[in-house]
């Protein structure tokens, strides 16, 4: 190629493929089934994959999709998701004897099944009216409608004793490529509101929970906004729990809330795309989807809205308390520098007296050296030969005293500048470094 690829366009590309539904003649046989497999559940199913009861005469197997064809017009396809399993056989004709093995095959799978389906079509509503006793639907549930121009479905959405559920289609006049992507949206439709709904019990359960850390959190605001003698300690405790339970509750079920959201944008869209059309005395798919979803979502919703704001709110309190305690330990600290200054003051009237009595003892021992200086200035005459020595030593005693204690000021003055120096300098780099 004269270009240069990017490395993840084909990729892409064989994704968008991945997708595709097998052709569905009319009439035909389907069974599908939507399982939950956790991670540790993946080996298991590979293995189960591998080993179908019957030898497909031809296999297509990608990373997350797979196709066998069995003889006698039997498909099987399956595909991956995040967190599920879709798994299908699709049959030419109403025979369905020859799917028992690969249904008992499908019945064994690992993982928890979520969603089963039986799905019937047929080439003409007459043929589907003739298949409708045998369904055993119940009347007052009953769900049909019309789709994507002319397909007709009915059911009730009911669980059978075989497990599966039932869904009956008349298809007349339509290609098997073009029914088998009807069939896939259908079914998507389906798979999609049952993922979004597996969030509803666990918000269902959590609802009293979150009830009783929402009165808890509005007592301690309550006790926060009182200006009585309160315990800031003991209810900054109290509140870092009840934002420490809030927090666990978001971090437990942050993805099944937002996977919820997320399968339920998607059912809303396949509802869409097949373009309902509702027939008199009948509920139609966008009645039934609408009036069970829409509530289920938006408690979803609501339950995840309240998490968050009360996350926000149990943050501003301990804000605020955290506000509070810090202002009164600066009054403490006030008051602390106050008592010092006070005592700051009292030594220095101390150390004032003191210098004055410095001054009277200096004075003494000035006294005293004039004195003895002036006795060796007599001893030189004299030739008395003691006191000469003390009238010589006394000045070089106190030149020798000055020099020293000079040059011990002049070192701490000089150490006190360096590493004020190296102070200024340090603060200096760290606002340097926080500007940038």
């Keep these: 190629m004269a270009f240069t690829e990017h490395p993840l ?70 595909e991956r998701h995040t967190e599920a399993t879709t798994i299908t056989l699709i049959a030419a004709g109403r025979d369905e004897t020859r799917l028992a093995p690969l249904i008992d095959w499908l019945a064994s799978w690992p993982g928890s ?74 079914q998507e439709l389906g798979n999609y509101r049952n993922l979004a709904l597996v969030g509803l019990p666990r918000v269902q359960r959590l ?40 927090a666990r509750l978001r971090a437990e079920n942050s993805y099944r809330m937002s996977a919820s959201q997320a399968y ?8 869409v795309s097949l373009d309902v059309q509702p027939i008199s005395g009948f509920q139609s798919l966008t009645d039934f989807t609408e009036r069970r979803l829409v509530p289920a979502t938006r408690t979803i919703e609501t339950f995840v809205n309240r998490l968050r704001r009360l996350s926000e709110r149990s943050g501003d309190a301990i804000a605020l308390l955290n506000t509070r ?23 220095l009237r101390l150390q004032n007296l003191v210098e004055l009595l410095s001054v009277i003892a200096a004075s003494y021992y000035a006294v005293a050296l004039i004195a003895y200086m002036i006795k060796g200035v007599k001893a030189v005459g004299k030739g008395e030969v003691a006191d000469m020595a003390i009238g010589l030593a006394t000045p070089l005693v106190i030149i020798t005293i000055f020099l ?19 102070s200024t300098k340090t603060r200096a780099r760290n606002d340097t470094k926080k500007g940038l």
């Design 404 to 422: 020293l204690v000079s040059r011990i000021r002049h070192r701490y003055v000089r150490e006190t500048e360096d590493a004020a120096s190296r």
């Design 264 to 271: 339920a944008q998607i059912a809303a869209d396949r509802l």
């Design 207 to 246: 609802m009293p929970d979150l009830n009783a850390l929402e009165a808890r959190l509005a007592a301690y605001a309550q006790t926060l906004a009182d200006r009585g003698e309160t315990d800031d300690e003991g209810l900054l405790v109290d509140l870092s729990t009840v934002s420490a339970e809030l």
């Design 325 to 347: 305690i810090d202002t009164r330990i600066k009054a403490q600290n006030l008051e602390l520098l106050r008592s010092m200054e006070s005592s700051f003051n009292l030594q």
């Design 9 to 78: 366009r084909r990729e892409l590309v064989h994704e968008m493929h991945l997708r595709r539904f097998a052709p569905v003649p009319a009439p035909a046989r389907i069974t599908q089934m939507v399982c939950l497999i956790g991670e540790d559940e993946r080996e298991g199913e590979e293995r189960h994959l591998a080993r179908p009861p019957l030898e497909p005469e031809s296999r297509e197997r990608e990373n997350r999709h797979a196709l066998m064809r069995f003889a006698d017009g039997v498909t099987f396809l399956w």
């Design 113 to 186: 099944v979520l969603r089963a389906t039986k799905v019937y079509v047929e080439p003409s509503e007459a043929a589907a009216e003739d298949l409708l006793p045998q369904m055993g639907f119940e009347q007052g549930d009953l769900v049909s409608c019309r789709v994507c121009s002319g397909v007709r479905v009915w059911s009730d959405f009911r669980i059978r004793d075989d497990g599966h559920g039932r869904l009956l289609m008349a298809a007349p006049d339509r290609e098997a490529d073009d029914l088998g992507r009807i069939v896939q949206r259908l």
